[in-house]
């Protein structure tokens, strides 16, 4: 496909689609698409040979003003995240969001107390299912809690708390992507990586995936309170 038609699909997905449901809103270009792809690509554990071949770039440090913008599409992922929670709460789910938003979706599926039968007390609020079974730790992560404080005001600073903790621990986590990735042995002539640098890139990544889960279950009970 050529740059012509991929412009030209754009344009008619926002007029054919976007723009007759949402209006008149800034359109992305080709070249937006590369870079959500780029930083995607990124924060899900490719290392920067594996980036290089797909978006073909001739040097390896071609892609590092992308690292620049991973801080901003992790925190854009975990605010898309945490209103698609606050939405499942209030019963508007959509069939048609991807897979993985769906994953995160689930594990906010609680609306009120009295939809249960059963119901336990524990910090701010309820959980639904037996303590006994609990395998979470931190009720704020948990899929079973309803957040219910008997201090409305003592249970938002809990979770503003922990809020902001996971946003410190993103940002030291994104920096270790970073440092890994830069600092991985790479062999352009062969085209090969070092194993062991991969294997610590995408338990990196796996565990920046955990904590914007986590951040955005917390933010999605803030969000509550803001409307």
Wanted: proline share 2%; glycine share 4%.
């Amino acid at each position: 496909m050529g740059a012509f038609q991929f412009i030209n699909i754009i344009d008619r997905f926002y007029d054919e689609i976007v723009t007759p449901k949402y209006g008149d809103l800034e359109r992305i270009k080709p070249g937006d698409t590369r870079h959500f792809a780029f930083c995607n690509m990124m924060l899900q554990g490719f290392n920067m040979l594996t980036i290089a071949r797909i978006g073909g770039h001739n040097q390896l440090e071609t892609q590092l003003h992308y690292h620049k913008h991973l801080d901003h599409f992790a925190s854009s992922f975990v605010h898309h995240a945490a209103q698609m929670l606050r939405m499942n709460r209030k019963k508007l789910m959509r069939s048609n969001w991807d897979v993985g938003t769906q994953a995160i979706i689930a594990k906010s599926r609680i609306y009120r107390l009295d939809d249960f039968q059963e119901t336990y007390k524990v910090e701010n609020g309820y959980c639904t299912d037996h303590p006994s079974r609990c395998q979470v730790g931190d009720c704020r992560f948990c899929e079973y809690y309803l957040f219910s404080p008997d201090d409305e005001q003592k249970g938002l600073a809990w979770l503003k708390d922990c809020s902001n903790l996971l946003e410190t621990r993103i940002k030291e986590q994104l920096e270790l992507i970073r440092y890994v990735t830069k600092s991985m042995n790479y062999d352009c002539t062969t085209l090969t990586y070092q194993q062991t640098g991969q294997e610590k890139l995408s338990s990196a990544c796996n565990e920046l995936r955990r904590l914007m889960d986590q951040k955005a279950m917390v933010d999605s009970h803030l969000l509550e309170d803001e409307l």
